[in-house]
């Protein structure tokens, strides 16, 4: 059903019988149960319209506020007159708005202040300077508020006074790499040598576990067995209690980041720069150089006797189990990023054009770029994880994730980019509609809850 014609912004239902939707128009319709009403335009003088917040801690008693810092209230019948909040030049936007029980309502906003309500709005408090806050939520039971700010901080209180921020979790550098081998366990490495684990419903609070940090992706074959490698060089392995000591490879593993993919805990393939390394399940062999024209980006290995490589403009070589040699190109003259095999018969390469390269177990086929089907610009593709050959998910330079179902590629969703802008999300799928997303955050899609 389409209520109204402009953007919708904020709800608030105190029963099944009495609903408030805003919208970007200043705009605000009712629910009775069984239709919406026309609607009141809470503000025609405002300029900027836009309702950011509503709660109803009542049937008789809801309140809505406008981006550009106005409030209202609603008594049963009809909607006041607009308060001003922050008459402060360049400081009275207003974030978001809830409350906690009747005439118990606060409102948060871009500069760090919050306003309270009593029955009457007061002036704007200071609760977390230098930063802006997006969010908030009230317990109805009670007084309780928790807010949220731009930069990973929360505060609450009790209805007198609001605590000192404090980072939602522990810091933790920029996600690196992560890797799902089943629903019910993945690994995500960052930058700065933490370890975050997944049990199947939360995410492990980070543990140090290389303090030298992580270059690239991790791989895990199993729930008890994970490979990373380090900026030093050396590689790293979980046998499902605690990681190895570092074990160096080359100094090749500096740049570009080397990349890992294990079959099994006594098979692996890791390839940096040139070279590429095998691991048996107790050592490393000495790097073999593959003699590709560019760096090595990427390999996916779904056996022992069978492993992709690809250099960063398309050249491919395969591993047979005991050696490896070169074959047809994969994807000419391209800004190569990542490959997936989920099978002996099928692998998928996307390149930082966003084009897409298939092999079904004999020759690749250059196929549609990931945007031909949507607008907005270009897609510079950056990860690949395919659960099956009728399922992959992407992601690119702007923290946008891309799904395929066999044919062609949909959007799937857009991620909060790293802090600063765009950047690199990691994506990883144990099965089909099932993945986690690793950037500046952690994403999970599918997992079902136990």
């Known amino acids: 059903m389409r209520v109204g014609t402009a953007t919708l912004s904020s709800v608030a239902c ?3 019988s009495l609903c408030m939707v805003g919208d970007s128009a200043g705009e605000i319709y009712e629910w009775d149960g069984k239709s919406w009403s026309p609607p009141t335009t809470v ?9 950011v917040g509503l ?15 106005y409030a209202y209230t609603w008594d049963g019948a009809s ?43 007061q002036q704007p408090t200071l609760v977390d300077d230098g930063h802006d806050l997006v969010s908030i939520s009230c317990s109805p039971q009670g007084s309780f508020c928790m807010a949220a700010d731009n930069s990973g901080y929360v505060l609450t209180t009790h209805g007198a006074s609001w605590t000192t921020p404090e980072p939602a979790g522990p810091a933790i550098g920029s996600l690196d790499g992560v890797s799902c081998p089943s629903h019910s366990f993945c690994m995500a490495v960052d930058a700065t040598g933490h370890e975050l684990t997944w049990d199947g419903e939360h995410w492990s609070a980070p543990v140090t576990f290389d303090p030298h940090g992580i270059t690239g992706p991790v791989s895990c074959p199993s729930n008890t067995f994970c490979v990373a490698t380090d900026t030093q060089g050396e590689a790293l392995v979980w046998a499902g209690n605690a990681w190895s000591r570092p074990v160096e490879l080359a100094p090749a593993l500096y ?3 080397p990349a890992i993919s294990c079959a099994s805990a006594t098979f692996c393939a890791l390839v940096a720069a040139g070279d590429a390394f095998i691991w048996d399940g107790t050592t490393w062999s000495t790097g073999h150089y593959l003699g590709m024209p560019y760096d090595l980006q990427g390999v996916s290995c779904p056996s022992a006797s069978s492993c992709t490589a690809i250099d960063e403009f398309g050249s491919a070589a395969s591993w047979d189990g005991s050696s490896w040699s070169k074959h047809a190109t994969a994807d000419n003259g391209r800004d190569t990023e990542a490959i997936s095999c989920p099978s002996l018969a099928f692998c998928m390469v996307v390149d930082f054009q966003g084009g897409e390269t298939t092999w079904d177990g004999h020759r690749w086929t250059p196929r549609e770029t990931i945007s031909s089907n949507i607008t907005g610009g270009p897609v510079y593709a950056m990860s ?10 992407a992601s690119d330079n702007l923290a946008r994730v891309w799904a395929w179902a066999g044919s062609k590629w949909n959007l799937s969703g ?9 950047g690199t999300t990691r994506v990883s799928c144990p099965a089909p509609g099932t ?3 690793a950037g500046q955050e952690l994403y999970t899609l599918g997992f079902p809850r136990t």
């Open 14 to 16: 105190a029963t099944a």
């Open 43 to 51: 503000d025609p003088r405002n300029d900027l319209p836009f309702v």
């Open 55 to 69: 709660s109803c801690p009542t049937t008789k008693e809801c309140v809505a506020a406008t981006f550009d810092g």
């Open 79 to 121: 909607w006041s007159s607009p308060t001003l909040l922050d008459s402060t030049p360049g400081q009275g936007d207003i974030t978001s708005l809830a409350c906690a029980a009747p005439d118990v309502c606060f409102a948060t906003g871009d500069a760090g202040n919050v306003n309270d309500y009593d029955g009457t709005w």
């Open 255 to 257: 740049s570009p980041a």
């Open 384 to 393: 690949v994880s395919c659960a099956t050959a009728n399922w992959c998910l």
């Open 414 to 422: 857009t991620l909060r980019p790293a802090v600063g802008g765009a």
């Open 435 to 437: 993945c986690v997303a």
